[in-house]
């Protein structure tokens, strides 16, 4: 069966009204259109019904011939009184399928007029509501147009008079900010030029202080120079002496040679070590008390000694000293040999420098002293001494005196 719903379209699919600001209200609106298209759904659920009996009754007059035309009845086979019934029955199907078809086509034309009917009934409803609408949205544009005309005059006559009031307000917070910017202005000068001339009379004081200060400084480093190359001076008259007194005891020690013959006493020694320390010089028991060490506290030269002997100098001066000490070169030597002992101790002259910091005064000042060691090897296959050599360059920095020498050099300071 064909739907006859299908001929009828959905009358307020299309008709949708404008949303304006202020235009109707939408809630009433769509209440109304929701009872309307109800209304329609109810028609057109009727008029599907009543097509469907008529569709019903279509079927059931086609199944009535149906079986009509299938089994055909001949009346002159049958008796008269069937003929005649039969004869009945085909007139009265007649005019059933008569009276089927013209309800059929009453039926038919009776749901196409209510449909007519309904749909312009809604098409007129549509158009009302419509026509309503619209005039609702005029009458609230034209309310909500008055509205806003009157609130915008009422804004403009309110912005005026707030715009003059902050004008004024900003009149007044301007003149006082202007006001207080002055004096905090005047008050600002007047401390910086407070400050200026404070820090005018601390700088020309600080200024008279270095300069006083830097004066005393020239006066006094010159003075420390001059002090210093005279100590310079002093120190290396001193060690030229030291170098001659020492070159002249080993000289006469290498001439005096070995007192005893140590080949006819000892027995040959071990070869520990090398061939030319096998045989070292023996000296004779002379066994001498140490010097005692000569001060000098006026910076003046000490005096010498007898050959063996290396007095310790001292020279001392106000803003720094320098010492030289030495100790007595003297020989030691067991005279007899005990069973099974070793040979007679040989003393060595040794040297050995020392670097000494006076703490006594502000800048820390450095000491030069050169220690001549007596010591005494119980080895007999000790090397033999080495030679000093004094060196002949120092260097004078603004309150310390240093030493510089070659990396051989027995005096080399660090």
Known sequence: MTNQTENFPDLMSDD??????????????????????????????????????????????????????????????????????????????????????????????????????LVMMAREQAESIRAAAQEEAERRVADATAAAERLLSQAGSDAEETLGTARAEAEDTLRSARAESDRQLTAA????????????????????????????????????????????????????????????????????????????????APQFRQAQQAEQPVADVLAQPEPQEDVLADGGPADQGGDQDVQEDDVNRSGGRVEVESLDVATADEAGYAAGHAPAHESVDMFRPVRAVDHSVGDAQEDIRVIVDDVRHADPLAPAPMVMEVAEYTEVDFGRLRQSHDDQGPFHNK
């Open 189 to 268: 000068r007047l401390e910086s030029e407070r400050q200026v001339a404070d820090a005018n009379a601390e700088a020309t004081a600080a200024l008279a202080a270095a300069e006083q200060r830097v004066t005393a400084l020239d006066e006094h480093t010159g003075r420390r120079v001059v002090y210093l190359t005279d100590t310079h001076t002093e120190v290396m008259r001193r060690l030229n002496e030291i170098g001659s007194v020492l070159g002249d005891l080993l000289h006469r020690e290498a001439a005096a040679g070995p007192l005893i013959d140590e080949a006819a006493v000892v027995p040959p």
């Open 16 to 117: 949708s009204f404008e949303v304006v600001m202020r235009g109707y209200s939408r809630r009433q609106v769509h209440d109304y259109m929701i009872r309307t298209r109800n209304q329609i759904r109810d028609l057109e659920e009727r008029l599907a019904r009543t097509i469907d009996q008529a569709e019903q009754s279509r079927i059931e007059l086609a199944d009535a011939r149906r079986k009509m035309t299938e089994a055909p009845q001949n009346p002159d086979e049958l008796g008269e009184r069937l003929s005649q019934i039969l004869k009945l029955a085909h007139e009265e199907a007649a005019a059933n399928k008569e009276a089927s078809e013209s309800e059929a086509a009453r039926m038919r034309d009776n749901a196409a007029a209510e449909s007519e009917r």
